[in-house]
């Protein structure tokens, strides 16, 4: 994952989350549009994939049944931004960024 945002010409940096004795590898990409990513893949992951695949359309309930992983998604906001409209102002910004 590192590599391919960095083809694509994302800055990236290796970084962590960290609680008590859990650590969780992320990669922060900081251009051009600060933003981090974590790969999930634990057990819940699959159990809420199987939940989703009986809520989905037909077409997708196959693919999302074998799911056994996924990439998140965050930001961190400054203590100003962090309320629902922000946070959501910013995933907005977030997604049109990396769709152009």
């Known amino acids: 994952m590192n590599e391919y945002l960095q083809e694509m010409g994302a800055e990236v940096k ?15 990409v900081t251009s051009p549009v600060m933003f981090l990513v ?5 057990e819940w992951v699959i159990e809420e994939a199987e939940e989703f695949s009986h809520l989905a359309p037909l077409e997708v309930r196959a693919k999302l049944s074998i ?5 998140a998604f965050g930001v ?8 629902c409209s922000g946070l959501r102002l910013r995933a907005d910004e977030l997604a049109r960024r990396l769709i152009s």
Request: hydrophobic share 30%; with cysteine; glycine share 4%.
């Open 14 to 28: 290796e970084t962590e989350w960290r609680l008590g004795d859990v650590v969780v590898p992320q990669l922060q």
């Open 38 to 42: 974590q790969l999930e893949d634990e």
């Open 67 to 71: 799911c056994d992983a996924r990439l």
């Open 76 to 83: 961190e906001l400054p203590p100003k931004d962090r309320t």
